[in-house]
């Protein structure tokens, strides 16, 4: 059982920056592959970004190639979300998410547990 808590969200106007963060309880939480996802009101929950185990593998949705970086740190159980040159169709909640799974991970699908969410808003 892996419980997942997000930190970071707020209001933030276009073109500024948050810095989100995921506190994973898992022991093992290196053998985790983590995604982020976010939802927007009225819309699907839809992929952000994920990393892998080590941290080397990474991959994003096209809206938030080159503005968005995902890391982590296996010391300190914890997965972040740095978000540059935010805009206003970035406003959603975002969701931190762990698998053990290693297909087909820019879905929802294979990951098991998630977080509450963090309510990102930007302003124009």
């Known amino acids: 059982q892996v419980q997942l808590v997000e930190s970071g969200g707020g209001l933030v106007q276009a073109g500024g920056s948050l810095r989100l963060s995921c506190a994973a309880s898992?022991?093992?939480?290196?053998?985790?592959?983590m995604g982020w996802f976010r939802q927007a009101p009225g819309k699907e929950r839809e992929f952000v970004a994920r990393i892998g185990r080590a941290g080397i593998g990474t991959s994003y949705a096209d809206s938030v190639k080159g503005r968005f970086t995902i890391s982590r740190d296996n010391t300190k159980n914890t997965v972040h979300l740095q978000m540059n040159s935010l805009n206003p169709e970035d406003t959603a909640v975002y969701y931190c998410?762990?698998?053990?799974?290693?297909?087909?991970?820019?879905?929802?699908?294979?990951?098991?547990?998630w977080g509450q969410g963090t309510q990102v808003t930007v302003s124009s």
């Open positions: 998410a762990a698998t053990l799974k290693t297909s087909n991970l820019e879905s929802r699908l294979p990951y098991d547990y």
């Open positions: 898992a022991g093992t939480f290196s053998s985790y592959r």
